[in-house]
């Protein structure tokens, strides 16, 4: 008797394969090259992840395809959001090379930890299971504790890769709980057959589903950044090398909403009502503490962490309003955002140079006298996050709240509306010291990068508006992803 | 032709801005074209006006963002059209005013006024909720980094404080469109306008409404942020916030509070009355103990403003009180009237203040006196527009206040009362400020060191003259143009829609 071998269909899963295999070849590769060579890494980097991006386009399927068994997803949401991740990938690879040469840690395994966070990113994204969806978060997690310890001379940077490695294994513990509940009541992993048996078990075991539910939103909270989860977010965006908190700032949110699409609609899509009161709370509270401590903040980076958790806030209204729409908007909301941070740190990562750590909200002032090209673009993406048309922030809070309104919950997007105009208030402050204030003795020097970076930064932050005038197009791939 | 009239400035703006500051007078120059191109493509839009219908004219519409419905929705009518031209001749005039005033970042400064020019043509002319919204928020932002880089001392407190309470009043109408959208399927506001809702929700969108316009009149006692950002503008600041960026606050009731929620209107008539009022007598006195001009100018904005409210919310008491229809478009017709008439006048007057101010640095009264016998042209004119502000017959400043007052003796004689002792708290701060700053003996050195306007001064100071002695002379162009829309406004506002 031959045991049953039904060879899997691997086409879908073609990005992912290019990715690891041309993330070893990099890691092989920059084994072999000199410091002066290591450009080369950068270059076969962003090679991979352009492969990785028509990779996707090339097994887009019409329909949702399901390979490995059930346990991996090749769907419309799949392909934006793997296309955004690689894209966002490629704009962090190319801002960071200038601030690593300058910290002396031009080193291959940063891009080398960055493909591989990529690479978890991607599984998650297609994970339809319990087992991939962790597989991944685990995959991109490691990666990024090592990122973040990357300067291993920086105290604060060892300090923060400590806290982040240790509250990070306890969330993942947490999450591992719930599914493992979740497991025991259900007997299965594949996420499709979760549904369906707790659409079954919801009337006998409400208690128990209740209990992993809980665990499982802990989790995803806390890997979202989540208030009352988001210690770790401050710290760890201060104390991380900017060129890491560029990647850890912008595409690990979208990989965070794939895995709450995945786990909280795909997977208990029938606990709706539960988890939905969850994340109101969980929204509430980002929105308010996340806009109210940030304007405490002196240091750039600690402001932006405080400000990602207020837009994490937003990106659970739109989940929590349970409908296709309220995806299609949370995604929205949670793809330019990670455009618009890209933006942020973007700039903030171009004014370092050796010796010189810009970080602090002092920093940036009279910018706009040295280098007003930079200082506008910071101010696009300042206004973008505050919501201020004609900025695709404005139109990423519009769908979010129209989402909510059509749940009928206008009281939320009343509170939604109140705290981000509190958020207006540290986003313009940005814009009066780099406009209003006389500039910082440090600031003078006129901002010399290479070509490569100016055209990108420039692409990405006209973007803003581009994304602005014309959101359909980006919209629809949205609402199409969940029709 | 709309079009036009919105992307011709910004991507003069635009052009300005990157011409750099290397040559400031090349900036100058763009900018001054495309103003004038501005203001001559907005001019045929008058001439092609059709006076007979209250119909949108000049309608552009395209689908925008077809997923949520909203669209590129362009139209005008007797409402939009006044301010539209009042908007692109400011403009001109700006533009001309800060000429060799603005040394600093002269193409940045352009260019701000540029693009906000195209913005608030677009906040006119936008039929589309969402893009009236984008329009509304977007000139914000020029006006936030006009106060904030050419301001006075105290320009940063000023400009956030303008920039967070305009924010706040507008965030929550967000909220109110999105619900009517939600109802209505579409974002169009012609659809809203015969959106049939019940009491309960037409007070709340009203209330969400008069938070973001009676912040943008400002109407008391939501107004303290305009003194501030008016005494701490450049001068050009100041007469682009009194001549035009009031006026939306004032365009916002007439365009979505009247017809889309009549009824809570009516029955909340008696609040706007109040905080209009309110702004005349209370608002007039603190104007007369001013010791700064723009501050004084600034609280007489806000009173004027009250007329041009209670104008409008006046109408309900008309037409319950018998006299019918046309006491009640007179008193509408008045507060538009008032609002164009006020966009010149206190205009000119924040240009009669940056004449004396680009001179003497100073905007305290105390520090002036007898400007007429080194000034004397430029007295004359300031003389005039003094008296054009407090309501002098002939002038433009005359015609709107008689038709509100008018009006309001058929409502209520003590409404009427109390709105005419404007007529002597207007005269009383103005003229007093004259009395102190222009006539008198030459109070000081620098006073009697002062030099009259130069030709370019003399230049914008008689287009404003002019235009407002022809306003208070001959307002039936005016009145005409608005006549059809009005009459329409007040057939659908007798329609409670419950």
Not at chain 1, 129 to 139: H, I, K, Q, R
Not at chain 2, 262 to 272: F, G, M, Q, R, T
Not at chain 2, 455 to 461: A, I, N, T, V, Y
């Amino acid at each position: 008797m031959t045991p049953d071998f039904i060879h899997p269909d691997l086409l879908p899963a073609l990005p992912e394969m290019v990715m690891l295999a041309m993330a070893c070849l990099v890691l092989v590769v920059d084994l072999f090259l000199p410091q002066e060579k290591r450009g080369f890494t950068l270059l076969l980097s962003v090679a991979t992840l352009i492969l990785a991006i028509a990779a996707v386009i090339a097994v887009t399927p019409t329909t949702s395809y399901v390979t490995f068994g059930g346990s991996f997803v090749l769907d419309q949401l799949a392909v934006v959001l793997k296309i955004a991740v690689c894209g966002i990938g490629i704009l962090v690879f190319v801002y960071s090379r200038d601030y690593l040469i300058d910290h002396d840690i031009y080193r291959g395994e940063y891009y080398v930890l960055g493909l591989f966070a990529t690479l978890g990113m991607m599984v998650m994204i297609s994970a339809q299971s319990f087992l991939l969806v962790y597989l991944g978060l685990e995959l991109l997690s490691l990666s990024l504790y090592a990122m973040v310890a990357f300067n291993r001379n920086s105290l604060i940077a060892s300090e923060s890769a400590m806290k982040y490695f240790v509250l990070g294994a306890m969330a993942s513990g947490l999450l591992l709980y719930g599914i493992s509940i979740f497991y025991g009541v259900t007997g299965t992993l594949d996420l499709n057959e979760v549904a369906d048996s707790v659409a079954l078990q919801l009337a006998q075991n409400p208690v128990a589903l209740g209990f992993a539910l809980t665990f499982i939103v802990v989790g995803l909270a806390f890997k979202l950044g989540a208030v009352p989860f988001h210690m770790w977010l401050p710290d760890i965006y201060q104390g991380a090398p900017t060129s890491v908190t560029l990647f850890i700032g912008t595409a690990p949110k979208i990989a965070g909403f794939a895995m709450a699409i995945r786990l909280l609609v795909d997977g208990l899509g029938d606990l709706q009502l539960d988890w939905s009161l969850m994340l109101t709370a969980l929204a509430i509270a980002s929105l308010a503490i996340g806009n109210v401590i940030a304007i405490a903040q002196t240091n750039f980076k600690r402001m932006l962490a405080y400000s990602t958790i207020s837009h994490v806030g937003f990106i659970l209204l739109g989940l929590l309003a349970g409908t296709p729409g309220g995806y299609a908007a949370a995604m929205f909301y949670t793809i330019t955002y990670a455009i618009t941070a890209a933006v942020a740190f973007g700039v903030l990562i171009m004014l370092n140079r050796k010796g010189f750590e810009a970080e602090n909200i002092a920093d940036l002032s009279g910018l706009n006298d040295s280098n007003p090209w930079y200082a506008a673009l910071l101010a696009l993406a300042m206004f973008s996050m505050a919501g201020a048309p004609p900025l695709v922030g404005f139109y990423a809070k519009l769908v979010v709240l129209q989402a909510v309104i059509r749940v009928d919950m206008i009281w939320l997007a009343i509170v939604a509306v109140l705290f981000s105009v509190i958020g207006l208030f540290y986003y313009l402050r940005i814009i009066k010291v780099m406009y209003f204030d006389p500039p910082a003795a440090e600031q003078q020097t006129t901002i010399k990068e290479a070509l490569d970076v100016r055209v990108l930064l420039g692409a990405n932050s006209l973007s803003l508006i581009a994304l602005g005038m014309f959101p359909s197009t980006l919209m629809a791939y949205c609402v199409l992803a969940f029709s | 032709m709309l079009s036009f009239a919105i992307w011709t400035p910004i991507v003069g703006g635009i052009l300005v801005l990157f011409s750099g500051d290397r040559e400031p007078g090349g900036a100058r120059k763009i900018a001054l074209v495309f103003s004038l191109l501005t203001f001559l493509v907005t001019i045929p839009l008058y001439t092609q006006f059709d006076t007979d219908t209250h119909m949108m004219q000049f309608v552009e519409r395209h689908s925008w963002v077809d997923v949520f419905d909203i669209e590129y929705y362009l139209g005008i009518d007797g409402i939009s059209l006044p301010l539209i031209l009042l908007t692109s001749f400011t403009t001109v005039i700006v533009v001309i005013a800060g000429w060799e005033i603005i040394q600093y970042r002269v193409s940045q400064y352009m260019a701000a006024f540029l693009i906000m020019e195209g913005f608030m043509i677009g906040t006119f002319s936008a039929l589309d909720a969402i893009l009236f919204y984008i329009f509304f928020e977007a000139m914000l932002i020029p006006m936030f980094l006009v106060i904030g880089i050419w301001g006075g001392a105290n320009r940063i407190y000023a400009t956030l404080k303008f920039f967070l309470y305009t924010f706040i009043g507008s965030v929550l109408m967000l909220v109110a469109l999105i619900y009517m959208y939600t109802q209505a399927g579409s974002f169009a506001i012609l659809d809203f306008h015969f959106l049939p809702l019940s009491l309960t929700e037409q007070v709340l969108i009203f209330l969400a409404f008069l938070v973001a316009f009676a912040v943008k009149v400002p109407m008391w006692p939501v107004h303290t942020w305009l003194p501030d950002a008016h005494v701490e503008a450049p001068t050009g600041g100041s007469v682009i916030l009194a001549a035009i960026m009031l006026k939306i606050g004032g365009y916002g009731f007439l365009r979505f509070s009247l017809p889309i929620t009549p009824a809570a209107s009516a029955e909340l008539d008696w609040l706007i009355i109040t905080m209009s009022l309110v702004a005349v007598v209370y608002i007039g006195f603190v104007a007369l103990v001013q010791r700064d001009m723009k501050k004084l100018i600034a609280y007489s904005s806000i009173a004027h403003m009250g007329f041009a409210t209670l104008g409008f919310f006046v109408v309900f008491r008309i037409m319950n009180s018998g006299y019918g229809d046309s006491g009640a478009g007179l008193a509408l017709e008045g507060g538009m009237v008032q609002m164009v008439s006020h966009g010149f006048i206190s205009g000119a007057l924040f240009l009669c203040v940056g004449v004396m101010y680009d001179r003497m640095h100073s905007r305290e009264i105390a520090d002036y006196g007898g400007v007429v016998n080194t000034m004397p042209v430029f007295a004359a004119f300031m003389v005039f527009f003094a008296m054009a502000n407090a309501g002098l017959p002939g002038t433009s400043g005359f015609v709107g206040e008689f038709m509100v007052i008018l009006a309001s003796f058929k409502a209520s004689f003590w409404i009427a009362f109390l709105a005419a002792t404007t007529l002597v708290l207007g005269a009383a701060y103005t003229l007093w400020m004259i009395k102190r700053v222009v006539f008198g003996a030459v109070a000081n050195d620098n006073v009697a060191a002062l030099a009259d306007v130069n030709k370019r001064e003399f230049l914008f100071l008689a287009i404003l003259a002019f235009a407002v002695l022809l306003l208070g002379l001959w307002p039936d162009p005016l009145v005409e143009v608005m006549h059809p829309t009005i009459d329409n406004l007040l057939d659908h506002i007798a329609d409670p829609k419950l």
